[in-house]
């Protein structure tokens, strides 16, 4: 089992960036693929990025943050990032962290097994 927390959340201006980290306790997190989902007000969770275990040598993005948002992981310190570039009033919302037991990484929800609280994005115009 997976324990993740995130962080790194916070208001910026349009255009900002930010870098949000989710930290994992548990063991062989090196084995687990990564997503980042996020939830605005009022909508459903949607996917934002994956990144397959081990070397994270995959990557996937959802069509809306392609270009903008880069996903990474340090297994030495269990630790999986998302940077996020040039963002947009569009990209508030809460974003979770979240480990799966699939691979190659996947983009439904119902594939993540281990959710964090989140941490709040707010971007302002």
């Known amino acids: 089992q997976v324990q993740v927390v995130e962080s790194g959340g916070g208001l910026v201006q349009a255009g900002g960036s930010l870098r949000l980290s989710c930290a994992a306790s548990g063991r062989s997190f090196s084995s687990y693929p990564m997503g980042w989902f996020r939830q605005a007000p009022g909508k459903e969770r949607e996917f934002v990025s994956a990144?397959?275990?081990?070397?994270?040598?995959?990557?996937t993005y959802a069509d809306s943050v392609k270009g903008r948002f880069t996903i990474s992981r340090d297994n030495a310190k269990n630790t999986v990032y998302l940077q996020m570039n040039s963002l947009k009033p569009e990209d508030t919302a809460v974003y979770y962290c979240a480990a799966s037991r699939y691979s190659p990484p996947r983009t439904r929800i119902d594939d993540y097994y281990y959710w964090g609280q989140g941490t709040q994005v707010t971007v302002s115009s």
């Open positions: 990144i397959s275990r081990e070397g994270g040598g995959v990557t």
